[in-house]
Nanobody, 114 residues
Framework: VQLQASGGGLVQAGGSLRLSCAAS????????MAWYRQAPRKEREMVAR???????DYADSVKGRFTISRDIALNTVDLHMNSLKPEDTAVYYC?????????WGQGTQVTVSS
């Protein structure tokens, strides 16, 4: 699976951004797709995940602010980020879990200024 992420950038605190991940295959056939992030000097962490049947899961730190969604026809998974905080600054990665292996897209930088 090839994953192409887009949509990062610089935004002020309180602002919004939308990240998009385009997959090279039918996302319904993928166990789950997720967004992870990695801040400087920190480990990569799961931000939001959407499973093949549509169930979603979020990190506690983003609940109520971020929403993961998908477009099955376009094979894309988006991360809608609202009320952004400086601590959301990180490189964000798209992930596809096909059960036996994880695939990763290239990272996209999100920077939130205070």
């Amino acid at each position: 699976v090839q994953l192409q992420a887009s949509g990062g950038g610089l935004v002020q605190a309180g602002g919004s951004l939308r990240l998009s991940c385009a997959a090279s295959r039918n996302i319904i056939s993928i166990n789950s797709m997720a967004w992870y992030r990695q801040a400087p000097r920190k480990e990569r962490e799961m931000v939001a995940r959407i499973f093949s049947l549509g169930r979603t899961d979020y990190a506690d730190s983003v609940k109520g602010r971020f929403t993961i969604s998908r477009d099955i026809a376009l094979n894309t998974v988006d991360l809608h980020m609202n009320s952004l905080k400086p601590e959301d600054t990180a490189v964000y990665y798209c992930n596809a879990d096909v059960g036996t292996i994880d695939y990763w897209g290239q990272g996209t930088q999100v920077t939130v200024s205070s």
